[in-house]
């Protein structure tokens, strides 16, 4: 198997409302984002679900979302409505693995996605507690193990790979061959 690093290269989404929070010790998604940006993972970060901005995601490399954006105890459906408008939509922008990192509980949640019509067996979807994988290396390790049983996903990010780095010398090569090479192939 690839290096999991190589496989998520590019921009991740992360979307929790605990991102900035000031806190002493760092909160679970902080320690996430930290741990990330220190491997060199660009993010780009959200207290909210930005749908005004999902269009713009066709090209992100994952997406890590928080269940409970609203930041209190009981979880409101309006919160969970939301967030099953978000995944869907997302589905009709792009493939993406989703990681869902919460601390609420996991059964709750994937019941909540089935409910809703958003089949986990099919879903490139990711669920773990937030404690579980507070550092880069555990996130990859647990990512790698979920790669590992989940072949449209892993074969997603192959191909992407694979697709990046034969675009790119494929390009470079027609421009050293001949700089106006667009102008040609339009003729």
Known sequence: MTDIKDLFSGIGVVIDEKINEEVRTPNSIQKIISSLKKNHV???EYKELPDELIKQFHSISFLILDWNLSGIGDIPE???NDNIAFLKELHNVCYVPVFIFSDENIH??????????INLAKEPIF?????DVDTADKLFAEITNWL????????LKEWEKANREAKTKMLWALTEAHPAWPKILMN
């Not at 709750?108 to 019509?117: R, S």
């Not at 590992?148 to 074969?155: F, N, V």
Request: glycine share 4%; hydrophobic share 40%; no cysteine.
């Open 78 to 80: 309006a919160t969970i």
């Open 108 to 117: 709750d949640i994937e019941v909540a996605l089935e409910t809703h019509g």
């Open 127 to 131: 669920i773990k507690k937030k404690n």
């Open 148 to 155: 590992k049983q989940t072949p449209p996903a892993y074969l």
């Open 42 to 44: 660009p993010l780009l």
